[in-house]
């Protein structure tokens, strides 16, 4: 052997004692550089911070800021940041992606040597002899294949790395939509209460007077049957109220305790002064979707898969062992051994073949997601201008207008022109209207939240339906 092929052998353990030892500070990197990227993500779209609670001072901290929250009426931004600071929910998420980032890591390392050990006794004639074998192997494949496996490995952290970041957009806008019904129905529930009082008070009236023989029996029914609607109206808003409330404590990950001290404030923020433009939307949209980022990535991994499955559906695997056998009264034996399976049965068509059609799959995944991310945001923005829209007519004409027939009907009840029930029938269509406009006002606010989720990429959080 030739003086550069013996220094080569002679380096080739300490090249990979070398590798082998970066790789395993890869792990807690990844894992952190991970956890960064969501991090940035959350500050830059949504405009909180995400906590990581690996520790109990970590955790005892978590909850004194929540407690410290909870002790004024919560806002949409409060309650966005507690769901990413201290949700266990959440906190299984980090974790998860802590679990597949060190997998990840994992698949990249070569695997251990193998020491083989072999003792034999032979007796013949009386005398007693002794065979040792031993082997060190290593796959030379896998040795080879390397590069490609780092390669990959670093695929499946950007494919980490992204559902991290959807899931974090999925957390804080469920978040946001929970805390805008739960705000909605409290709101909604004054008002109804409101309605029941003015029933309640036209039955009472109805009662007397059939009783002084002023009204007939079908005039009560009537003021009894609208008595009765309300009655249940109130029942089922004072169900909604109790239901939104704990899907936004269950959203927080708020135990009893903070649940009893979570306190929302009287009404939902006003609406801003003019709608998103469609255009700068959709193009946002395009340019930075988590879930096209997420789609790309996969094609790449899946392509990679396809280039290694050409070599590896022929030859999968190939071992290299160095041998050295002793034997009583013999010298000692050295040498090499080598396997590698013949592709007899298995000529590996099948396992090329699937990799192919994985990757067109892959490939035209990706094509029809882009078609349906743009309709999306086109859809999600149009729902959103409604809204808007409605939400700006309720507030604009509507309630106005609702309010000034209520206002002159009083004036004609003063003068004598109508009666206490023509009065009171207007006012409950009065607060109607402004139950039907803090209705669309929840809705514009659901709309908003879908909007922004769609244009980071988590649609599974896009429900604008009002529950």
Known sequence: MSAPCR??????????????????ACAGTAIDDNFGRAQQLAQDRLGSRIRWLTSDDARQQAQADVDAALAQPLGADDAVRIALGYSP????LLFDAAAASAGATQSARLPNPVFAFERLVRSEAGVRELEINRALSLSVLDLLLWPSRLRQAEAAQQQTRLRLAGDVAAAATTARQAWVRAVAAQQSLQY?????????????LARRMQAAGNFSKLQR?????????????LARARQNVQSTREALVRVL???????????????LPDLPAAPADEQRVVQAALDDRLDLRLARANLEFTAREQGLTRVTSVVNGFDAAAVRRSETGLASQRGFEL???????????????????????AFNRLAQLAIDASSQVRERHGMYRTSYELARHYRDEIVPLRKTIAEENLLRYNA???GVFELLAD?????????????????????DAALQATLIGAPRTLDTEPQ
């Open 192 to 204: 109804v209460e409101q309605v029941k009082a003015a029933a309640d008070a036209g039955s009472e």
């Open 416 to 418: 004598m022109v109508i």
């Open 89 to 92: 929910s959440l906190q299984a």
């Open 253 to 267: 990950g708020l135990d009893e305790a903070r649940a009893r001290a979570l306190k929302l404030p009287p009404r």
């Open 7 to 24: 220094a080569a052998v002679r380096a080739a353990p300490l090249a990979l004692a070398v590798a082998t030892l970066m790789l395993s």
């Open 339 to 361: 396997q590698f399976p013949l592709p007899v049965f298995d000529f590996g068509d099948a396992a090329r073949t699937r990799a192919q059609a994985t990757t067109m799959a």
């Open 221 to 233: 029914a009537r003021e009894q049957a609208f008595s009765a609607d309300a009655l249940a109206q």
């Open 427 to 447: 006012s409950r269509e009065q607060i109607a209207g402004v139950v039907e406009a803090i209705n669309a006002e929840r809705d514009f606010w659901l709309a």
